[in-house]
T-cell receptor, first 110, second 116 residues
Framework: EDKVVQSPLSLVVHEGDTVTLNCSYE??????LLWYKQEKKAPTFLFML????IEKKSGRLSSILDKKELFSILNITATQTGDSAVYLC??????????FGGGTRLMVKP | GAVVSQHPSRVICKSGTSVKIECRSL??????MFWYRQFPKKSLMLMAT?????????EQGVEKDKFLINHASLTLSTLTVTSAHPEDSSFYIC????????????FGPGTRLTVL
């Protein structure tokens, strides 16, 4: 059975801190890994990772995938209160089936 | 963690037919279920929010008569795509949450709908 586990479950930091969110997975026929940010309504797509070792970057957010060790990390540098959200990791397997992790709830305090 | 299932995982249907997708919370009571549609660039669009025993709340631009949502029990919500057309072909994902949506959302594996 495919499994995606995110850690930590929740995290409280202060503005300016750097955070690292983890996502480990066990899936058959891995295709890609997706990161989303969910604030109020629909999760907002952040990154799609398919190859190991290639960092994807968008502003203060970056992510990398390790297909050998079966995990991905999402880094946020110089956090701001607007980064407070639930961050979701999802793995796409054969047939475009999605398995979501349970999410990491990040709270950034001023 | 909590488990949410969807059935079927994929379905192919002819244009004009209706398709029902089920979303079940297997090990917790889901007072609130959400239905999303995934677009090609991986973005998720919230279609509607359903609370057990009451009518679903649809997002702007989503036709309630076309996408019928029923949340009859604390463990089951269904999305029926009525008179499906090729443009309805998409990946539909549900999520479930306890405590009127204030808890974490647990996502289902999605249903791939292809309308010929």
């Amino acid at each position: 059975e495919d499994k995606v586990v995110q850690s930590p479950l929740s995290l409280v930091v202060h503005e300016g801190d750097t955070v690292t969110l983890n996502c480990s997975y066990e899936v058959t026929n891995f295709r890609s890994l997706l990161w989303y940010k969910q604030e109020k309504k629909a999760p907002t797509f952040l990154f799609m990772l398919t190859s190991s070792g290639i960092e994807k970057k968008s502003g203060r957010l970056s992510s990398i995938l390790d297909k050998k060790e079966l995990f991905s990390i999402l880094n946020i540098t110089a956090t701001q209160t607007g980064d407070s959200a639930v961050y979701l990791c999802a793995v796409v397997s054969a047939g475009n089936m999605l398995t979501f992790g349970g999410g990491t709830r990040l709270m950034v305090k001023p | 963690g909590a488990v949410v299932s969807q059935h079927p995982s994929r379905v192919i249907c002819k244009s004009g037919t209706s398709v029902k997708i089920e979303c079940r919370s297997l090990d917790f009571q889901a007072t609130t279920m959400f239905w999303y549609r995934q677009f090609p660039k991986k973005s998720l669009m919230l279609m509607a929010t359903s609370n057990e025993g009451s009518k679903a709340t649809y997002e702007q631009g989503v036709e309630k008569d076309k996408f019928l949502i029923n949340h009859a029990s604390l463990t089951l919500s269904t999305l029926t795509v009525t008179s499906a057309h090729p443009e309805d072909s998409s990946f539909y994902i549900c999520s479930a949450s306890g405590r009127a949506g204030k808890d974490t959302q647990y996502f289902g594996p999605g249903t791939r709908l292809t309308v010929l």
